[in-house]
Structures are given as C-alpha cells and as structure tokens.
C-alpha cells in the first residue's frame, strides 16, 4: 500500500509564500506522474501541477509563474513552491501520484488558507 502524506499547509497573507512536500511510503522511481490537486470549497477539484519522471511539467493557468513543482527520487518527495498567493489560492491541496495509467495513489490532504 503506498502511503502519500502532504506537509506545509497552514495560514498565509496575500503576497506570501507557502512550501508544500509529499512524502511518499516508497520509492517513486517507478511513479510515472507525479502531482498536486486543490479543492476550494463548493468546488471542484482541479489539477495544479504536475511532473513526469523524466522532470516535464505542467501548470493550471492561473498558477503559471507562480508555483514551481519539483521531484526528488532519492528522497521520495514531491514539492510544490507557492509564491505569491492570492485568496483564490485557498483549498485543499491534495498530492497524488500515477502507476502505469491505472493505478493513482492520493495523499489527504492539507489545507492552504490566503487571506486578503
């Protein structure tokens, strides 16, 4: 069973910045995409960001420039930079991570709160 657990949550001004990691129970060599979800209140879920294993990326619009993800095989991580955080930033940020093209593991999530 992999375990996904996610980290760097918490309260933040507008302008601010916020480090999130996702941890995960074993090696993510063999993890194809790699990521992060949000789901802001009476929302759907959307995808933020994700990262192949050879290191491509891709970015919801409104984050471009913003957010920077990143993987370290080695240490079994996943981080998602969050600079420059605006209120509709607030949700729940959700780490996932793809085996094969069936198989998706998710974290529980934590929660990212910008105020105005």
């Known amino acids: 069973q992999v375990q996904l657990v996610e980290s760097g949550g918490g309260l933040v001004q507008a302008g601010g910045s916020l480090r999130l990691s996702c941890a995960a129970s074993?090696?993510?060599?063999?993890?194809?995409?790699m990521g992060w979800y949000r789901q802001a209140p009476g929302k759907q879920r959307e995808l933020v960001a994700g990262?192949?294993?050879?290191?491509?990326?891709n970015y919801e619009d409104s984050v471009k420039g913003r957010f920077t993800i990143s993987r370290d095989n080695a240490k079994k991580t996943v981080t998602l930079q969050m600079n420059s955080l605006k209120p509709e930033d607030t949700a729940v940020y959700y780490c996932?991570?793809?085996?094969?093209?069936?198989?998706?593991?998710w974290g529980k999530g934590t929660l990212v709160t910008v105020s105005s």
């Open positions: 996932y991570a793809d085996r094969g093209i069936v198989t998706r593991y």
């Open positions: 990262i192949t294993r050879d290191g491509s990326t």
């Open positions: 074993i090696s993510i060599f063999s993890m194809n995409t």
